[in-house]
């Protein structure tokens, strides 16, 4: 993976295919693959830039300082001056949509479009912050995540029919966690102190004029389709979609139908769609 020093730090991204520039933003806990899909199907019409969050993938663990949503967004406009892309579409899921609707608000001129997938721009909701803080002062006291945390973690993040359907996908989640280096689980810990803690930008959305994609799965316990349903309702013309059978990682858990509406949103949009002719098969 090609990397970029930001803020001192080394922060490793994907960079594949050719076209118009995309920026993907990943959840947290996760890293780049979760777009797996999505990457091998857009990266044959798109430039697919898929950035691994600090402390997350091969990006550099950072266990102190600005990790805010504001900083999120910073440090990625950062990378794509490194690129010297000075126009892309910008799609994230999770903490991954917050930074990228923070970078929309920031630098209007520069995002031609923006998708958030299982997100939310309100400030944490008291009850499931109470429930994120105790899980992680679990993780930084043992300074590993341990069997019943991530049993915990599997239920926030994927459905029950996902769970019994795709084995697989949950246990490399599983092994993912268990085998994370203690510097990382430091600085996923402070990320998720920091994330947890935040103000709502919810007001704010209102400032987004760029076409906008809203996506939520029909099951999410970590966003539910309230708090997209909120954002839709804050940015002018925006479009909302419910996905059915799906949790939190609906990129991964409803692959087929995700790329579809993302097939469909973005080669709708001025500067964004294919060339005449072109046509992508979902």
Known sequence: MPSVVIGNREMNYLDIGEGFPLLFGHSYLWD?????????????????????LWSHGASEPLTEGDLSIDQLAEDHHQLMQHLD?????VLGISVGAMWAARLTMKYPAEVA??????????????????????????VKQMNEVPPAVIDAVVKIFFCPETQERHPALVETF???LMFLLPEQIQGIVAMGEQIFQRESLLDQAAEIRCPTLILAGENDMSRPVSDSA??????????????????????????????????????AIDGVR?????QILV
């Not at 892309?85 to 579409?89: E, T």
Request: aromatic share 10%; hydrophobic share 40%; charged share 25%.
């Open 113 to 138: 479009s923006l998708t958030m997938i299982g997100s939310s721009l309100s400030e944490e909701a008291p009850e499931r912050a109470e429930d994120y803080f105790e899980l992680l002062n679990i």
């Open 32 to 52: 780049s693959r979760m777009w797996g899909p999505q990457i091998e199907l857009l990266s044959q019409y798109f430039r697919c830039i898929v950035p691994d």
């Open 274 to 278: 294919l060339p005449p002719g072109e």
């Open 174 to 176: 599983r092994f993912d």
């Open 230 to 267: 909120a954002i839709h309702e804050q940015i002018n013309g925006s479009q909302f979609a419910i996905i059915e059978r799906a949790g939190h990682m609906l990129t991964l858990e409803q692959a087929d139908e995700v790329n579809r509406l993302l097939v469909k949103f973005l080669t």
């Open 85 to 89: 892309i000075d126009r892309y579409s």
